[in-house]
């Protein structure tokens, strides 16, 4: 069960409640809310009361969006602003910091949750958390603790049962007095992505419609992980892509780029009441 929330108070969030962050990596915001539409999107649909919500990615890849998205800038309200935020930084003269903004004095959410007494998670997908060399370090490094294995990877057609599997073992792991926050990359819709099409080939590659597959193979398995996420206490979940990518839109592929398909991405927010 979830409730849906436009703007919630997150000082009394904050220490109440549990967090669930779910990035669904690279995914399109035209394919997101055409899929949701057509309704197939059953799980996902049960919490968007309202459909997706259109916003601009804070950057064009993984790396940067996620270490803008870890210093409280979520992706922004595709609308003229300005846009109050949930969780922002001390910093003089910031106009999207408002009463409901939980203000930290650490320089990213991460640190702050773990100061207000979380214990802070992530579940890795796509190589920037794949702690296999320096880089692939830094957004892991941020977290109390932090999973990789290659079955989480954008590699593995079961990479968001596996990564589900692990979040059930940590949430069973936890005190539960233990305020919980779970970041959860999710490869799935990364190319390569055509393994989730049934009838499509290697040879063919990826394309908008193994995009859309991927993000059904999604929604096939994340009832799973919000009913773990919800049941130790109320739990508020954010979940959103990264970034888009191209598939031949202009003669673009990929991301990285400036290009519409990149910047425009689906939000959501809303809170999932404990079922314990």
């Known amino acids: 069960m979830s ?23 690279t995914l399109r915001f035209d394919v997101a809310a055409e899929l949701l539409a057509a309704g197939r999107l059953p799980n996902l649909a049960r919490h968007l009361p309202g459909g997706w919500e259109k916003r601009h990615a804070p950057g064009s890849f ?3 969006s996620h270490q803008a998205i870890f210093a409280g800038f979520l992706p922004t309200p595709a609308r003229p602003g300005p846009h109050p935020r949930l969780f922002a930084s001390r910093f003089a003269g ?6 409901r903004t939980f203000v930290y004095d650490t320089p990213d959410l991460v640190s702050a949750l773990a ?15 794949n702690k296999q060399g320096a880089l692939g370090s830094v957004l892991p ?11 989480f990877s954008v590699a593995s057609p079961t990479s968001f049962e596996v990564q589900i599997e692990r979040a059930e073992q940590v949430i069973a792991g936890l005190p539960q007095d233990r305020r919980l926050f779970l970041f ?13 099409l049934p009838g499509a080939t290697k ?27 919800g049941s130790r206490r109320r739990c508020f979940a954010i979940v959103c892509s990264d970034h888009g990518t191209a598939y031949g839109d202009d003669g673009f592929t990929g991301h ?18 404990a079922t314990a």
């Open 3 to 25: 409730t849906h929330s436009a703007q919630p108070d997150m000082n009394e969030v904050i220490g109440r409640d549990d967090l669930l962050l779910v990035t669904l990596d």
């Open 62 to 64: 993984t790396y940067a």
């Open 94 to 99: 910031s106009e999207t910091t408002a009463g």
């Open 115 to 129: 100061a207000a007494g979380y214990r802070t998670v992530c579940l890795g997908g796509v190589g920037f958390f």
């Open 141 to 151: 490094g941020m977290f109390q603790e932090s999973h990789w294995e290659a079955e």
């Open 184 to 196: 959860v990359n999710v490869s799935a819709l990364h190319q390569p992505n055509w393994f989730h």
């Open 203 to 229: 040879d063919a590659g990826d394309s908008r419609e193994t995009h859309a597959a991927a993000l059904e193979y999604v929604d096939r398995h994340i009832g799973r992980l919000f009913a773990a996420a």
């Open 256 to 273: 990285r780029l400036g290009h519409e398909a990149v910047w425009t991405v689906p939000y959501a927010q809303f809170f999932l009441e």
